[in-house]
């Protein structure tokens, strides 16, 4: 098991940048494959990047494809999420989760552990 805690989100103009932090608890943090998910109101939970546990994978949603950049620090045991160029219907409550197998997975029931959550609101 391994504990999530997301920082970093806020509020931002359209066309502006944030950093998402996400947190992990415990000494296995580098066998995790992370993720960074998705929910707006209304809407379901949708995948955003994910990286694999070396950081030497990583893939994206199409919807922040070359706006977006996941990492991961193992030292640290944090995983990060660049958003640049950021869009209104960016705006969304954002998710860390971490899976137990090191490879990258875009679905969400693949995830076991989850983060509370971050709103990021981009105004237009």
């Known amino acids: 098991q391994v504990q999530l805690v997301e920082s970093g989100g806020g509020l931002v103009q359209a066309g502006g940048s944030l950093r998402l932090s996400c947190a992990a608890s415990?000494?296995?943090?580098?066998?995790?494959?992370m993720g960074w998910f998705r929910q707006a109101p209304g809407k379901e939970r949708e995948f955003v990047a994910g990286?694999?546990?070396?950081?030497?994978?990583?893939t994206y949603a199409d919807s922040v494809k070359g706006r977006s950049t996941i990492s991961r620090d193992n030292a640290k045991n944090t995983v990060y999420l660049q958003m640049n160029s950021l869009k209104p219907e960016d705006t969304a409550v954002y998710y860390c989760a971490a899976r137990g197998w090191g490879a990258v997975a875009t679905s969400e029931y693949e995830y076991a552990n989850w983060g509370q959550g971050t709103q990021v609101t981009v105004s237009s």
């Open positions: 990286i694999n546990w070396s950081g030497g994978t990583t």
């Open positions: 415990g000494r296995t943090f580098s066998r995790y494959a």
